[in-house]
């Protein structure tokens, strides 16, 4: 069974660049989350959607970035511009449902280089 | 806020052994835990959870155990082999989200 699909595997790219990371979650998951993980904070959740609507952004750091989820097979996550503190591995991860017992399942992220 | 820590950053353990991952964590109103294992250049991959109606769920070779008085949890691997290295994360679920604890790495021995 095909898991979480991120795309690119890998970006680098200079600074005031337009970034976007792709993410097609597992098929009949109704919940989608992007996370940053560096290694001063760990993991991070960015934002997650229910039903493609966006539930809570709080963790979106900056206004540079924006995520959208148009329908159930497909997020963006954009970075615009990109900065070099952006660099991190970016991971999505999708489960059947939040907050209802059910794990998340990730893809193998996007490992983003700003120079 | 929620935080889910782990006691050790590193565990070095002789292949064929058993390991022992602890975690704590704060959000006593939590009813879901999993660990997570993410190998080199990989997203995390789901090991097992539990619930917190129970203190001891087993899967194949690994056995999670949910002490809620004290608010801890761990992983126990038997029979340790080489493909167990990796980074370990306790996880626990709260406003319908994860907390995830900052990772404990395994290394294995040959």
């Known amino acids: 069974d095909a898991g979480v699909i991120q795309s690119p595997r890998h970006e680098v790219t200079e600074m005031g660049q337009e970034v976007t990371l792709r993410c097609k979650p597992i098929?009949?998951?109704?919940?989608l989350f992007w996370y940053r993980q560096t290694m001063m904070r760990g993991l991070e959740l960015l934002i997650y959607f229910n039903n493609n609507v966006p539930i809570d952004d709080s963790g979106m750091p900056e206004d540079r970035f924006s995520a959208k989820m148009p329908n159930a097979s497909f997020s963006t996550l954009k970075i615009q511009p990109s900065e070099p503190r952006d660099s991190a591995v970016y991971f999505c991860?999708?489960?059947?449902?939040?907050?209802?017992?059910?794990?998340?399942?990730f893809g193998d992220g996007t490992r983003l280089s700003i120079l | 806020g929620e935080s889910v820590g782990l006691h050790l950053p590193t565990l070095s353990v002789q292949e064929g052994d058993n390991s022992i991952i602890n975690c704590a964590y704060s959000?006593?109103?939590?009813?879901?835990f999993i660990w997570y294992k993410q190998e080199s250049g990989k997203g995390p991959q789901f090991i097992i959870d539990?619930?917190?109606?129970?203190d001891k769920r087993q899967g194949q070779r690994v056995t999670v155990l949910l002490n809620k008085t004290v608010k801890h949890l761990s992983l126990q691997i038997a029979a340790t082999q080489p493909g167990d290295s990796a980074v370990y994360f306790c996880?626990?679920?709260?406003?319908?989200?994860?907390?995830f604890g900052k990772g404990n790495q395994v290394v294995v021995i040959p």
């Open positions: 991860a999708s489960s059947l449902a939040s907050g209802t017992g059910q794990p998340q399942h």
């Open positions: 959000n006593s109103a939590s009813d879901y």
């Open positions: 539990i619930r917190s109606n129970m």
């Open positions: 098929s009949g998951h109704n919940s």
């Open positions: 996880a626990q679920e709260g406003n319908n989200r994860l907390a």
